[in-house]
């Protein structure tokens, strides 16, 4: 018999479990009652029900962060004994009512728990004894109740506490996604290199070139005779200039740089990419021929007027450059003024240079570089060929173009020859960084101020693509966002090993031992992994030590951001925020997802294999490039919960 047995009430004879109504120890998953004195006492629940990690409502309703709450109470024994408390949950129904009981597993064994409740450790008599439901037995964003009862390890609690409720968060993360095509063609990169706008030195507008003495124009005294070569402004053109200059450059033959004609690529900007540039300042060039006549004054026969452009084409795995430069009349070209009378031709010689360790072969003209004083106004050509000539000692090297044009007329009485007009150099986005570093064997050279776009193949690896995106969206830090106008640093393992900034955000064997259970592999052959954004090599990456120039240092990998990747059905998978943690405030500075191996590492196995390499974008230590995320642009990251269907539906 039970002493002091009071109401309570034995269990169903069935097996199946007691109604809701039924006293403690007719489940006694804590232990069965045994005899004792008949004076002992019976041990009770506090009136301190907690669920946290949470705060309380208005309503009275504790709100807490995850699914895996701990729920608490405390519990006192008449006779000092130690206890402890079952716990039992239930779903509310409308009115907030218990309904129906949550089957609890044991958070010890990971199997279903006796009777469907949970037991806490033996705590002194006063004290508070607390259980950590399982992953799994909690749904997101629901109310639920609870209550416990008191056991000394003789005697049950005759009732249960009195209700306490509490609700789980939401989801702050759900993205849907497709199922991964290992058979997906690589990623077309070169189509998502945009023209970046650039500045170089300009003798119209650069105020430490005319400090140097290299204004806009160059004039040489002849005695009688006058020449100059003054340059101007794209802001001096008309926009009917612009546009039958545009279609001039457009109309040329063997274009060197043919996105130089491209929609969007407007005369007036100077535009570069990692391996081409297209200097479409379109500078005004008019060569001045000028008469002193016999009364002092001196007379402006005619001008020839020029519009110019620049093309340059590198090759990351060649020593070797070309350039080449358009100049195209205006027209009208040659302007008669006065009566003095038309000179003879007119003709333009350019002079281009690089150094250091750099040398320039005479240019090869296509169109001829003289022009006629009546009606001629055909474009010219001329193409410069240069080598780079460094690398075995300074490994590394930043060559500077400088642009000159000089000008001869014949008037009849001879050629008369303008001094050089300087037209610019390349400082600071055009200079060319040729290296022996990226490869010791293939010497190659690239616009080390061109920014180039990454983009990760989503067909093939959509959890790896979706978990970058999110974090590069959602954070403050912005890593890779050309929008926000934060790159990403690279870091090359030949400076730091950027396996340290990985076991940093993701120790070894993370995700099989820390990773959300749910996480899906492809298929039987696939494990899950750790997977971190932004990427460890590179600066912006947490685990990158300050004092080593990280951008975002953090002490674990639990500072992040945690998702991970599930497959609900087939076709359909989704990118998770872990509930089993507090939702993300989204202050944080770095993601950490648990996904499957092959996503994760065929995710970024391209970067290393073509990105980064010599004979792609030849990115050395610090170089900064860009992350996109074209599959993505109709969702957004702005809203509490993100939430978006990739692809669109």
Known sequence: MLLGGGSIAAADSNGATPKWEYSPASRPAAGLETLTRANDHRPESGNNLKAAPGTKDANGVWQVNRTTPTLSNTVTDGDGDTANLTFEVYTTDANGNPKDQVKLTDPDTGKPADYGVVVSNYVTSGGTAKVTLHYGDLKTNTTYAFRTSAYDGSLYETDWSAWAKFKTRGRAVDIKLPEPNKSAPAVDLDKYQEPQVGTRNRPEVTPTAKAAGKGSETCTDHGQKITCIKVGKPSDLSARQKQDIANKLRAGSGDLVPWCNDTGVSVGKDYLKRDSACLKWATPIVFTYKVKAPDGNIYNPADAHFASAIEIKLDPVSRKFTQRFALVPMDPFIV????????????????????????????????????????????????????????????????????????????????????????????????????????????????????????????????????????????????????????????????????????????????????????????????????????????????????????????????????????????????????????????????????????????????????????????????????????????????????????KQ
């Open 336 to 647: 008669e003024h006065g009566t003095i009378g038309m000179p003879g031709p007119f003709t333009m010689t350019p002079t281009f240079k690089c150094s250091p360790e750099c040398t320039t072969a005479a240019p090869v003209w296509d169109g001829s570089n003289t022009w006629q004083p009546k009606g001629d106004i055909h474009a010219a050509y001329a193409t410069f060929n240069h080598e780079w000539t460094g690398g075995a000692a300074t490994k590394i090297t930043s060559l500077q173009l400088d642009w000159t044009i000089a000008g001869t007329v014949n008037d009849g009485a001879g050629e008369i020859e303008n001094d050089p007009q300087w037209l610019g150099n390349s400082i600071p986005d055009f200079d060319i960084r040729c290296d022996v570093v990226a490869s010791a064997t293939s010497p190659g050279c690239v616009f080390a101020a061109y920014k180039p776009t990454w983009v990760m193949n989503f067909a093939k690896t959509p959890a790896a693509v979706a978990h970058a995106w999110l974090i590069q969206s959602k954070l403050p830090n912005h890593p890779g966002s050309k929008a926000a106008g934060k790159p990403i640093k690279y870091l090359p393992a030949s400076v730091r090993d950027s396996d340290l900034n990985r076991k940093v955000i993701c120790p070894d064997g993370w995700a099989k031992t820390y990773g959300n259970p749910d996480t899906t592999p492809i298929d039987t052959s696939d494990t899950a992994s750790c997977d971190e954004f932004a990427y460890a090599a590179s600066y912006n990456s947490a685990g990158m030590p300050a004092s080593l120039g990280g951008m975002n240092e953090v002490e674990t990998g639990n500072d992040c951001v945690q998702t991970y990747a599930s497959r609900i059905a087939t076709g359909d998978w989704r990118l998770y925020d872990d509930i089993r943690t507090a939702a993300p405030t989204w202050k944080e500075v770095c993601g950490r997802s648990s996904m499957s191996n092959y996503q994760n590492t065929q995710s970024m196995q391209p970067f290393s294999g073509t990105f980064s390499s010599a004979s792609k974008y030849r990115l050395l230590d610090e170089d900064e490039y860009w992350v996109a995320f074209p599959e993505f642009a109709h969702c957004d990251a702005s809203q509490v919960t993100v939430s978006c269907t990739v692809p």
